[in-house]
């Protein structure tokens, strides 16, 4: 069964594939996007601009990355309203018949052939691109580093959230926390920094745990709250930030190597 049709965008957009830098950035929600043929999967367009379908800011930030750091970058082309690329195949998360609130038409009784149309679709090329590109910076050396880019709401049920950045991991800590530390010194008394806030990265989170922590290469997410980066001024001064940061914590031979955890 086909879901993507000529005039539908491809399920992934690569930038800078030749990039200097021993790293990929990922951004597992950067679209809005759904297929023409589905109309919205049933829900109105204004919904495909709200947190609920896409990280909002997050595209923008991870682009900006890409050049600064001269990195590769993998962007996933449709809305995780669709398919969640950052959650198992079958898990009730993948594709959500109901995200926060709001009820999604197009993903009631989906029959076992329209589900797997879905992963074949969006999630595989996704997945498989990651994969390929790793692969052939691991091959280039030195190992590379897997950083996933996501934002969060500014307010949840009602109530403002306490944070400003978060940085998520797992098990392996060489990236995380000195990425922490970094961040904490830079927004000391101006940002609030969380360790696995707003979110926690040990819950299992497909796109890092299965491309890096499985593998042993360094990684963690990074979460940016949204008003933050909702302007292409903010995500500047973001990516910037962070730049600056990750390029000299990569410039340490220690992290860079296979190490599992």
């Not at 995780?80 to 009820?103: A, F, H, M, Y």
């Not at 978060?166 to 008394?189: Q, T």
């Not at 707003?198 to 940016?224: K, M, Q």
């Amino acid at each position: 069964m086909k879901i993507i049709n000529e005039n539908d965008p491809p399920p992934f957009t690569v930038l800078n594939a030749n990039g200097k830098a021993s790293m990929l950035l990922v951004c597992d929600h950067a679209s809005p996007t759904t297929p023409q043929s589905m109309e919205y999967i049933g829900l109105d367009e204004s919904i495909f601009k709200q947190h609920v379908a896409v990280d909002i800011g997050a595209e923008d930030v991870t682009r900006i990355l890409s050049e600064r750091l001269d990195a590769a970058a993998v962007l996933a082309g449709y809305s995780r309203l669709l398919i969640d690329v950052n959650r198992q195949p079958g898990d009730l998360s993948s594709i959500p018949e109901k995200s926060d609130t709001t009820i999604i038409p197009g993903n009631l009784r989906l029959s076992d052939e329209q589900r797997l149309a879905r992963v074949d679709s969006v999630f595989w090329p996704y997945h498989q691109t990651i994969s390929k590109i790793l692969s052939l910076l691991r091959q280039r050396g030195p190992v590379p580093a897997l950083i996933s880019v996501h934002s969060f709401t500014p307010f949840l049920n009602g109530n403002k959230r306490h944070w400003d950045i978060g940085v998520l991991w797992n098990r392996d800590p060489r990236l995380a926390i000195p990425l922490l530390e970094k961040l904490k010194a830079f927004g000391s008394g101006r940002y609030y920094i969380g360790n696995n806030e707003p979110y926690s990265g040990r819950e299992f989170g497909y796109t890092l745990d299965i491309h890096a922590g499985v593998t042993g290469l360094p990684n963690c997410a990074i979460e940016i709250r949204q008003d933050l980066i909702d302007t292409h001024d903010g995500a500047q001064y973001w990516a910037n930030t962070l730049a600056d940061i990750l390029r000299e914590l990569l410039a340490h031979n220690n992290i860079q190597r296979v190490e599992r955890f």
